[in-house]
């Protein structure tokens, strides 16, 4: 099944987040399926970019969106 979530990036004490679309048993930093976005939660206020279309397109074929994606997306 595949999942919508958040995988890290940045460097210690300094995360930065992109929201992907991967396999749901890899790992949380494991490779992707495709990038959709990106979240950063040290700005403010906090960056949140995602492209919703292709958000959509994904719920649409059955991934699932993890409640991290959710609430930062609001949708």
């Keep these: ?3 919508v979530r958040l995988t890290r990036m ?3 004490k300094k995360p ?3 929201v992907v679309v991967t ?3 890899k790992r949380r930093d ?9 979240y950063n939660p ?9 492209d919703m279309e292709r958000l959509a397109y ?3 074929v059955g ?7 959710t609430k930062i997306t609001g949708k």
């Design 42 to 50: 040290l700005t403010d206020p906090e960056t949140v970019s995602v």
């Design 16 to 18: 930065f987040y992109r």
């Design 63 to 69: 991934a699932k969106v993890s409640d991290r994606v």
């Design 30 to 38: 494991s490779g992707w399926i495709e990038s959709i976005g990106y």
């Design 58 to 60: 994904w719920k649409s």
């Design 1 to 3: 099944m595949t999942t």
């Design 23 to 25: 396999d749901s048993r």
């Design 10 to 12: 940045g460097r210690k």
